[in-house]
């Protein structure tokens, strides 16, 4: 695609995530989204064919700002533990971000879990990987003992997946200095479970 076409679908659709976010899902209609971008409906119609097809881009592209930082945390030159860390409390927030800013757009990830789960599909591989690649990093320096990465990394991601909604909701804390220890702690059970070992303390556990 020219970068015309990239930047008059980008446009359509941020003129639909934030109609999405101010009125619901059910309350815009495609018309609506060709008066507010001023592209008319014969543009709107050549990029999208209907307005669950612009929904499901808009979702995607919101995962996408999430996916861009995570790669950042796991480029970055830590420890395999100390990365994980990160990966895990920049998942957290950025979630967090992302559905707060988007309003009623972000109650459909509740409301609509399903198909938000469909569109998500491809994030998810894509998230499991990054967490294999920091489980092996792990295993090769002796910071994490021998695991099968790619089945842990499935494990590990459908544990934090359970964390975003409570999450979410401030049913676990952010990052105040009690929030900070909870979700610690959180994590601690990943690396340890429940026995009590040494390292620990690391984690505030």
Do not use: C
């Amino acid at each position: 695609m020219s970068g015309a076409v990239i930047k008059t679908r980008e446009k359509l659709m941020d003129v639909a995530r934030k109609l999405f976010a101010e009125n619901g899902i059910e309350d815009v209609t495609m018309n609506d989204i060709a008066t507010a971008s001023g592209k008319g409906r014969r543009t709107l119609y050549t990029y999208f064919k209907n307005k669950n097809e612009i929904y499901n881009a808009v979702i995607e592209s919101e995962l996408d700002i999430l996916y861009r930082s995570l790669q950042e945390v796991v480029e970055k030159d830590l420890p395999a533990d100390v990365k994980l860390l990160e990966f895990v409390k920049m998942r957290l927030e950025s979630t967090k971000r992302v559905v707060y800013r988007n309003g009623s757009l972000g109650a459909e990830f509740f409301k609509d879990i399903w198909h938000v789960e469909t569109i998500r599909r491809k994030f998810d591989i894509k998230e499991i990987l990054f967490l294999r690649d920091i489980l092996e990093e792990g295993v090769k320096g002796g910071i994490f003992r021998s695991l099968n990465p790619k089945d842990t990394a499935i494990i590990l991601h459908s544990s934090f997946k359970g964390l975003e909604v409570p999450y979410i909701r401030g049913i676990i804390e952010g990052f105040s200095a009690s929030g900070q220890r909870r979700i610690n702690g959180i994590i601690g059970l990943f690396f340890y479970g429940l026995k009590k070992v040494g390292h620990t303390e690391s984690f505030n556990y």
